[in-house]
């Protein structure tokens, strides 16, 4: 599988992604806070990157992106759900399936009102929380402060790339933290509080193409119960989903399991 690489020029800044030269439906890959697309490894060199054209872009101040020409604007979910938006556009794209981990979620999320073409959704490791709920949604974690720390020691860029990914652990996670732009979590983090997003409990018990949920049951930082809590008006199978030994990045630690069950959503989406 021939994976490339280009950088676009946007309204955020310069953006970096991976993608697969799949015929099928757009699929558009959302990595979380201080990550990179490098973490859909596994998913951009199986069968579902030959089957379909998968687009992994690195978010405005992470991986080989830019940082965001306005950090106000950029460094928040909504923004970087006009930005993914932004993104689609610019490679001429006017249908397609997102996956989001964690912030990408997120994002996700916020894209089901600015991308038309949104054909479905799979969020892992994404509470749709309204502003009170944030606590609700979360658990407490020796690294959860982490997400919204603007300076990290070495110390701290270990910590937070050991904590997301879980193992199997390799050493450009290190690297793809300690590059991530600081003030990418900090103004992410504070906006999130705020509440300067929608209400994404609303967003998911209102009209939304399916949405599926996959998260794993050793979550260190996701209420999943909290998760399988929440009113979606449009569950892909029903529930939401678990698997058993995994932590906060399924799709990396579990691939083998990960990917039939993302294979079943794309195709159940794909075929409508």
Same mark, same amino acid.
């Given at each position: 599988?021939?994976?490339?690489?280009?950088?676009?020029?946007?309204?955020?800044?310069?953006?970096?992604?991976?993608?697969?030269?799949?015929?099928?439906?757009?699929?558009?890959? @959302?990595?979380?806070?201080?990550?990179?697309?490098?973490?859909?490894?596994?998913?951009?060199?199986?069968?579902?990157?030959?089957? =379909?054209?998968?687009?992994?872009?690195?978010?405005?101040?992470?991986?080989?992106?830019?940082?965001?020409?306005?950090?106000?604007?950029?460094?928040?979910?909504?923004? =970087?759900?006009?930005?993914?938006?932004?993104?689609?556009?610019?490679?001429?794209?006017?249908?397609?399936?997102?996956?989001?981990?964690?912030?990408?979620?997120?994002?996700?999320?916020?894209? @089901?009102?600015?991308?038309?073409?949104?054909?479905?959704?799979?969020?892992?490791?994404?509470?749709?929380?309204?502003?009170?709920?944030?606590?609700?949604?979360?658990?407490?974690?020796?690294?959860?402060?982490?997400?919204?720390?603007?300076?990290?020691?070495?110390?701290?860029?270990?910590? =937070?790339?050991?904590?997301?990914?879980?193992?199997?652990?390799?050493?450009?996670? @290190?690297?793809?933290?300690?590059?991530?732009?600081?003030?990418?979590?900090?103004?992410?983090?504070?906006?999130?509080?705020?509440?300067?997003?929608?209400?994404?409990?609303?967003?998911?018990?209102?009209?939304?193409?399916?949405?599926?949920?996959?998260?794993?049951?050793?979550?260190?930082?996701?209420?999943?119960?909290?998760?399988?809590?929440?009113?979606?008006?449009?569950?892909?199978?029903?529930?939401?989903?678990?698997?058993?030994?995994?932590?906060?990045?399924?799709?990396?630690?579990?691939?083998?399991?990960?990917?039939?069950?993302?294979?079943?959503?794309?195709?159940?989406?794909?075929?409508?």
């Amino acid at each position: 599988m021939t994976i490339s690489q280009k950088t676009l020029e946007t309204s955020h800044g310069k953006i970096a992604l991976r993608e697969t030269g799949g015929k099928g439906t757009a699929v558009m890959l @959302i990595h979380g806070n201080s990550s990179s697309s490098a973490v859909f490894r596994n998913q951009l060199e199986s069968p579902l990157g030959e089957r =379909y054209h998968l687009i992994a872009p690195d978010l405005p101040g992470h991986g080989a992106s830019g940082d965001a020409i306005d950090p106000e604007r950029s460094y928040s979910m909504e923004g =970087y759900a006009d930005a993914m938006t932004e993104v689609l556009g610019l490679l001429g794209v006017d249908k397609a399936i997102v996956f989001g981990w964690s912030l990408g979620g997120h994002i996700g999320l916020e894209m @089901i009102d600015r991308f038309p073409g949104l054909l479905g959704l799979m969020i892992s490791g994404t509470p749709p929380v309204s502003p009170e709920e944030v606590g609700n949604g979360f658990k407490s974690s020796p690294h959860m402060h982490l997400a919204g720390q603007e300076a990290f020691t070495a110390a701290d860029v270990e910590a =937070y790339a050991r904590s997301t990914c879980g193992e199997p652990f390799e050493p450009f996670l @290190i690297d793809t933290v300690a590059r991530t732009d600081g003030r990418a979590r900090r103004l992410m983090f504070e906006k999130f509080a705020a509440g300067t997003g929608r209400n994404q409990r609303e967003i998911v018990a209102g009209k939304t193409p399916p949405i599926a949920v996959l998260n794993g049951m050793d979550e260190p930082f996701v209420n999943t119960d909290f998760v399988a809590a929440v009113k979606f008006s449009n569950l892909w199978e029903g529930k939401a989903h678990l698997l058993d030994r995994s932590g906060h990045a399924p799709f990396w630690d579990s691939p083998d399991r990960f990917d039939p069950i993302f294979a079943r959503f794309l195709a159940s989406v794909d075929e409508k």
